[in-house]
């Protein structure tokens, strides 16, 4: 285990100085650049009655803001949000899994996926994906393999759902830091999740999250070997001095594209994202799929349309 970890601490070295080559390349395309834009579930979190099997104190979506025919005031439902996706006008849905209704066991049953399925079938909505908060930087031990059990039941979940896509959280930047063999364990469990994902034909999008850089990401791009994981590309997740350098490194490995409004510097300074910018990213990527519009501030119902046709314009 100590030569592994040394070996992979060298390699992380070698990603962060220098261009490495990868043992797997970018993702392969044929044409041009091609987009499909939607939204995930997360931006409306504050109103869902679920919350990660848990019933929550939730907020009333307010009496002017109307996209559903039915009563929104115990909560919003999953179709609740695919009413919400067909208001404004966006062609996908990211499903978020924490906001599912629960079954005995805390997981959303397989009955209620199908039927959610059919509800956006009979929308003319596209289930771009679902995620699920997983962390595989723990440490070895009963949790590890506990996310690891519940990362593979939710790729059984998203097959249901009809779901062809999974946000992954591989770790976090402090866990990898504290202890250089968390790389190796959170790629080994990628992998592991890998092998089975193939067999469903569920894409792992491994996100930047937790403050994961551009070189950890590429590093776990090319030690995870299977054509069915990518990167999930949050633009707003890279703590960095130059995020679109960093987007611009990771783009042509995205499976997702997550868009958030603002971007973050290493101080901690927000910028508004520069959506032409990030469009150009994109298109010199050759990425061909879903941009999502993921909203985490408190004005959603009212910043959010106006983000939408600024992300739209970027992107015809």
Not at 69 to 98: H, I, K, P, W
Not at 225 to 251: H, K, M, Q
């Amino acid at each position: 285990m100590q030569a592994t970890a040394a070996a992979s601490a060298a390699a992380f070295s070698g990603l962060a100085s220098s261009s490495p080559v990868h043992a797997r390349g970018p993702i392969e395309r044929s044409g041009p650049a091609r987009f499909r834009i939607g939204i995930a579930g997360y931006s409306l979190r504050p109103y869902f009655r679920y919350m990660k099997g848990k019933e929550q104190k939730f907020q009333l979506i307010p009496e002017d803001v109307s996209f559903s025919n039915r009563d929104l005031s115990g909560g919003l439902t999953q179709v609740d949000f695919l009413d919400y996706c067909v208001a404004m006008g966006v062609e996908a849905a990211e499903l978020t899994g924490y906001f599912m209704t629960p079954g005995p066991d805390g997981f959303p049953t397989v009955e209620s996926l199908l039927e959610l399925r059919r509800q956006a079938f009979t929308r003319g909505v596209v289930i771009s994906g679902t995620a699920i908060g997983n962390n595989f930087t723990v440490g070895p031990g009963e949790r590890y393999e506990q996310e690891v059990r519940d990362a593979m039941r939710w790729i059984d979940l998203a097959a249901a759902l009809g779901a062809p896509h999974i946000r992954f959280f591989a770790g976090t930047a402090a866990q990898l830091a504290k202890t250089p063999t968390r790389m190796d364990e959170a790629v080994a469990a990628v992998n592991r999740c890998a092998e089975h994902a193939a067999q469903k034909g569920v894409f792992l999008g491994v996100e930047n999250h937790g403050q994961l850089s551009a070189a950890q990401m590429l590093e776990i791009m090319e030690r995870v070997d299977s054509p069915w994981v990518g990167i999930n590309l949050d633009t707003g997740n890279f703590i960095s001095d130059d995020p679109y350098g960093d987007l611009e490194r990771c783009a042509p490995y995205a499976v997702n594209v997550q868009v958030k409004p603002v971007t973050k510097s290493s101080s901690g300074k927000k910028s508004p994202t520069d959506y032409k910018r990030l469009a150009k990213i994109l298109r010199d990527s050759g990425y061909q799929g879903y941009v999502v519009m993921e909203y985490e501030d408190a004005d959603v119902l009212e910043a959010l349309p106006k983000h939408l046709a600024e992300l739209k314009s970027a992107l015809a």
